[in-house]
């Protein structure tokens, strides 16, 4: 079993639409997570961070982390035909317990169409 | 100006030979890693250093060897080069917490599209 694994999508939906996107994970040690945002033929770029339980926003994007559950998403309110990308979510122990490790889910490809 | 810049951007080449990608970050970061990226985005750690030593290296076929001249440097070179490592190699950055205890978010590259026939 993958110790991080993303909801595989694709995923299409209107704009204006809001859209949820899902990990789970099963190493109790993660406490920090990303959200990667990944456009066609390109790097990922960091999206959000978040350290243990909570939420964030930022503008239209909400990350929230619920340790208890292993579970975190990615909200997205508002979408725009430009959040069209494949999202990766990206997590990770403290460092020096993992020397700089990241695990990243699959990603999971959004399109959002005008 | 490129934070973390890899060249080549495409390498399409015969099997069984070698290939390198190089790396370089302008950002001051000390930490360095080779991800690989294939067709289906799955994002996998292959190597990382911190300030030029090796500290992490999955399990990757010894044809792979990184090799880190100095902090803001990172290249990859590959031999006998097989189907199988059609990829795109992504370089990527990062900057220790102190205590060793933070994020380490990730800075990458825009990848180096590798297509072995």
């Known amino acids: 079993q993958k110790e991080v694994e993303q909801d595989p999508g694709p995923l299409s939906v209107p704009e204006g639409a809001i859209v949820s996107l899902n990990c789970t994970y099963s190493?109790?040690?993660?406490?920090?997570f990303m959200w990667y945002r990944q456009y066609s033929r390109k790097g990922p770029e960091l999206l959000m961070y978040t350290y243990s339980s909570g939420n964030k926003e930022d503008g239209r994007f909400t990350a929230q982390v619920d340790k208890s559950s292993k579970y975190i998403s990615l909200f997205i309110r508002d979408s725009q035909p430009s959040d069209s990308a494949t999202y990766l979510c990206a997590m990770r122990s403290p460092a020096r317990t993992n020397a700089g490790k990241s695990t990243f889910g699959d990603g999971t490809t959004l399109t959002v169409k005008p | 100006d490129t934070a973390v810049s890899q060249t080549p951007k495409y390498l399409v080449t015969q099997m069984g030979n070698d290939k390198s990608i190089k790396c370089e970050q302008n950002?001051?970061?000390?930490?360095m890693y080779w991800y690989k990226q294939d067709s289906k985005k799955f994002l996998k750690i292959m190597f990382s250093y911190n300030n030029k030593e090796l500290i992490i290296n999955e399990t990757v076929p010894n044809r792979f060897s990184p090799k880190s001249p100095d902090k803001a440097h990172l290249n990859l070179h590959i031999n006998s080069l097989e189907l199988g490592d059609s990829a795109v190699y992504f370089c990527?950055?990062?900057?220790?917490?102190?205590?060793?205890?933070?994020?380490?978010?990730?800075?990458f590259g825009a990848g180096s599209r590798l297509t072995v026939l």
């Open positions: 190493n109790s040690a993660f406490q920090y």
């Open positions: 950002l001051g970061h000390d930490t």
């Open positions: 990527a950055s990062s900057q220790e917490n102190i205590q060793g205890s933070g994020a380490n978010v990730l800075t």
